[in-house]
Each structure stands twice: as structure tokens, then as C-alpha cells.
């Protein structure tokens, strides 16, 4: 009996230690799964990331998460850009002043930039102190579109006058696909596209009144994706200005990834800053209450599809609903457009400050605590939110693919709402709960992250990059598409 006991231990004893060691052995062949081959420390890991170069053409991610040298290239290159209207003063749509900012940038660091564009009728064209910076200007068609034939023959004269144009750059369709499709240097930059439209034409159709008549956006939508996906691949090279563009041309549009590159939009960090003096000197000078608690900024045009209908609604009911919030929050509203006067119904809360010049706008953002954008536009990469980041200001802005996919990426930097009444109102709400110590700290990183990738001078030098790259030559031991360096 005792015999038995003591090989029933053992027995029990062995399946005990065999359990053991099997358990242990399974978590090492995980552990060994996971770090799929020789398993190394993240010292290791980056070191050799270093090493390896990377061949931008592919790279997946935007290319603001690169480092790029600070000082000029060796190789100067000749540039042309067709761009359908240049920005005047504030009247300046994102595309335009995406042009301005970044081929002003480009002009600086040494480039010569030849910049086919529209004359500006009954005003005075704009002129800069940059010797490298040539205008070509002609009449626009009746519709306000660049007259192909015009460019192109002057496209024609400047690449036979001198050296021929490295790269050609189009901002959209300022060149169209028919004289596009054999240039095998050129860049054209999408600020938003059929396929991503189709979102803000839904949002629009949910917010129709019963007084509206239907829209058919939505089938002529369709058609126009098609459209696009058959004339895009045209183009030589595209670049998308968000993450979620570029996403989107991969896979709807089918366009080889090596042919896509996602460059995110930059505005001038010299321009768009902290300045607390500013801010004080701006309320004061608009006549901003000093006992409000809390002020809500928004800026550009004053439209339906910047979702103004919704936000005025919003505003409304909260105003007319909550004394305390309506005693301790004043709305600044820059930009003009038919709902500035809505706005300004709505009393000694919302003051609208018209359009403002850049000056201004920057002195604007370091007034307000929070800055607020309803757009219904699933377009591009809006350069207001930018402007705000840069200015360490949070965001508050409508939960739209391009906006969660590359600019408020966490709740430590911002607010999303859903483009309803009632979503817009729990954002406000929140907002005004939170107060102005939170606020404040998600500024600071919404600062943080506008510096690492949303600058001018970030935006400038990948396309700089990446123009060197599609210009380069091979035969002259130029290796413009190979990188390395470790990721920001």
C-alpha cells in the first residue's frame, strides 16, 4: 500500500514537472515567435534601423515624420508650377496658400521656381524680393480655369530657355491629365478628391431640412470617382496631404504605391506661434470681455459646407438653455461669408471680426483658448487647424478621416464631435467643463505635435526631397530616393 502511495507521488510528481517545463517551453516558442528570429534589445533594434536604408519611393508613412538636411541641397533644381489662382491678401483658399507657403520656400533655399498662374483681374499682382522667383501669367477661361494651350506653350519656351525644368509641379488639376500624362518628373498634390467628398455629401443630405429639396450630390459623385480613378494614374507621381488621401489612392484609386507619397500640409512656424502679449493686445483691441472664462475662436470662410448651420444651431440652443454658460463664454469668429450675420444675432457672445490678413490671424489664435472648426468638408488637411496647433491651442473639429487620421490623433489635444446638433453641444459642454488649466495642457502637446510635423519648413523640405528624388540622376552618382536616418 505505502509502494503504491509512493508511485502515485512520483507519477503526480513527474506530470507536475512535466506541465512545468511544457508551459515554460510553449512561452519561449511565443517569445521566439514574436521577435521572429534572434531577439534583440531596442538599442539593437533602432541601431540597426539606422543602418538600413530606405527607398523613399515606398516609404508607406508621411514623409514629415522624416528628418531632412536644414541647409540647401548641393544641386539646385528648375521647377515649374502650374497653379490655377495665386493667394491675394486673405483671400486665399488652402490650395492657394499651400502654393504660396511652399514654393515661397523653395524659392529661398535656392531653387528656380517658374510659377504658371492667372492674372489677377482688377488688382495688382503681388511681387516678392526673391531673384529665383519667376511669374508667368495669363487670362483665365470664362469658367477661371488656366487655358491650357497658353501654359503649355509657355511651359514650352521656359524648358527650351536655358536648362529644361527638373521637376513640374501641379497643384490639383492647375495642369490637366491630357498634357500631363508623358511627363515623367511630374508632382501633382491633391488638397481632395472625389472618393473622400462622398462623406461630406452624406452629412449634408442627413442635415437637410424638410424645406430643402433632395440633393443628387450623391450620384454624381459616384460617376465623378470614376472619373478620376481612370485619368489620375495620368500623372507621374501624386502626393496626398493626409494620411488617409494617400490611403485612399492606393486603394480605391489603385495607384502603385511608389508612385503615391503622403506629405502633410505645413504652415510658417515664424508666424503662427505663442505670443501671450498678442493675445491680450488682440481682446483688447476687439473689446473682448476680460470676465469670460472661456473663448472659442473659429476662422475661414463663414459657408454651409464649413459646417457653420450646424455650429449656429448648437451655439443657439446652449445660449438660450444655460445661463452659466452663456455668462462665461464669448465666441471670436473670423472670416466672412452670409453666416456672419447669423452669427452676430446671436448677441454679445459671438463677435465676428470679419477676414483677417495673416497678421491678424496669428494675433487672433493666441486670443482664444480653444480653437473650433465644424467643416463638413472630408477634403485635404484644412491649414486653420495647423495654424492653431503651431499657436499651442487645442482643437475642437468634426470627426472626419482626414482630421482623425493625421491631426487630432488623442483626447490629450482636442475634441471630435459627430456633425449633429447634439454631438456638438456634448463637445461644447465638455470643453467648458474642462476649463482653462486643461485646455492649456492639451495646447502644449497639440503644440508639440504641430512642430514635429506641421511646419513650413517640414513640408518644404520633403517636397524638396522628394523633387530631388524624381529629378535624380544616377549616372552622376546621385542617390536622392535612399534614406537614413532614425524616424522623429
Known amino acids: 500500500m505505502a509502494r503504491e502511495q509512493v508511485l502515485i507521488f512520483s507519477f503526480r510528481s513527474f506530470c507536475c514537472v512535466f506541465f512545468v517545463l511544457s508551459a515554460f517551453s510553449f512561452i519561449s516558442f511565443l517569445y521566439w515567435c514574436h521577435c521572429s528570429g534572434p531577439c534583440y534589445s531596442q538599442n539593437q533594434i533602432m541601431t540597426q534601423k539606422q543602418d538600413k536604408f530606405i527607398d523613399l519611393l515606398w516609404f508607406p508613412s ?21 497653379v490655377k489662382k495665386w493667394p491675394h491678401r486673405s483671400h486665399a483658399g488652402g490650395l492657394e496658400r499651400h502654393a504660396l507657403t511652399l514654393h515661397l520656400a523653395l524659392a529661398k533655399r535656392g531653387h528656380e521656381l517658374h510659377i504658371f498662374t492667372a492674372s489677377c483681374l482688377n488688382c495688382s499682382f503681388p511681387t516678392y524680393p526673391i531673384s529665383s522667383l519667376y511669374f508667368h501669367l495669363s487670362k483665365p477661361t470664362a469658367a477661371g480655369y488656366l487655358d491650357q494651350s497658353i501654359v503649355w506653350q509657355q511651359l514650352q519656351t521656359q524648358n527650351s530657355t536655358g536648362k529644361p525644368f527638373d521637376v513640374i509641379h501641379t497643384e490639383s488639376v492647375g495642369l490637366r491629365h491630357t498634357r500631363a500624362r508623358n511627363l515623367t518628373t511630374l508632382v501633382v498634390s491633391w488638397h481632395g478628391i472625389a472618393y473622400e467628398t462622398i462623406h461630406s455629401d452624406i452629412i449634408q443630405e442627413l442635415l437637410r431640412t424638410p424645406e430643402e429639396p433632395q440633393a443628387y450630390a450623391l450620384a454624381e459623385r459616384a460617376s465623378k470617382v470614376i472619373e478620376e480613378v481612370k485619368f489620375f494614374p495620368k500623372y507621374a507621381h501624386h502626393v496626398a496631404t493626409s494620411d488617409h488621401c494617400g490611403d485612399v489612392l492606393k486603394r480605391i484609386y489603385m495607384i502603385p504605391e511608389e508612385r503615391v507619397h503622403v506629405i502633410l500640409n505645413g504652415v510658417d512656424e515664424e508666424v503662427f506661434k505663442p505670443d501671450v502679449a498678442m493675445g491680450k493686445d488682440f481682446k483688447k483691441k476687439f473689446g473682448i470681455p476680460e470676465n469670460r472664462s472661456l473663448v472659442l475662436g ?4 463663414l459657408v454651409k459646407d464649413k459646417g457653420h448651420p450646424l455650429m449656429f444651431e448648437a451655439l443657439k440652443q446652449l445660449l438660450a438653455e444655460n ?15 452670409p453666416w456672419g450675420a447669423r452669427y452676430r444675432d446671436l448677441g454679445t457672445n459671438v463677435i465676428v471680426l470679419g477676414p483677417l490678413d495673416q497678421t491678424r490671424l496669428a494675433m487672433f489664435y493666441n486670443a482664444i483658448d480653444i480653437f473650433v472648426n465644424p467643416t463638413l468638408r472630408a477634403q485635404g488637411l484644412d491649414h486653420t487647424l495647423l495654424e492653431a496647433m503651431l499657436s ?29 446638433v447634439e454631438s456638438v453641444k456634448k463637445a461644447l459642454y465638455g470643453i467648458w467643463a474642462d476649463g482653462r488649466e486643461v485646455l492649456e495642457k492639451k495646447g502644449l502637446v497639440a503644440r508639440k505635435r504641430g512642430l514635429n510635423l506641421f511646419t513650413a519648413t517640414k513640408m518644404a523640405a520633403a517636397y524638396e526631397r522628394l523633387f530631388l528624388c524624381i529629378s535624380n540622376d544616377e549616372k552622376n552618382g546621385e542617390n536622392n530616393c535612399k534614406y537614413q536616418s532614425p524616424l522623429i
Open 62 to 82: 508621411a514623409w514629415n515624420h522624416l528628418s531632412f538636411p536644414s541647409n540647401p541641397p548641393l544641386k539646385l533644381l528648375k521647377i515649374a508650377l502650374f
Open 323 to 337: 445661463d452659466a454658460f452663456r455668462r462665461s463664454t464669448v465666441f471670436l469668429v473670423a472670416g466672412d461669408g
Open 298 to 301: 473659429m476662422a475661414g470662410r
Open 392 to 420: 499651442g491651442k487645442p482643437l475642437m473639429a468634426t470627426r472626419l478621416a482626414s482630421i482623425v487620421g493625421s491631426v487630432i490623433v488623442g483626447t490629450d489635444m482636442g475634441y471630435l464631435f459627430s456633425p449633429q
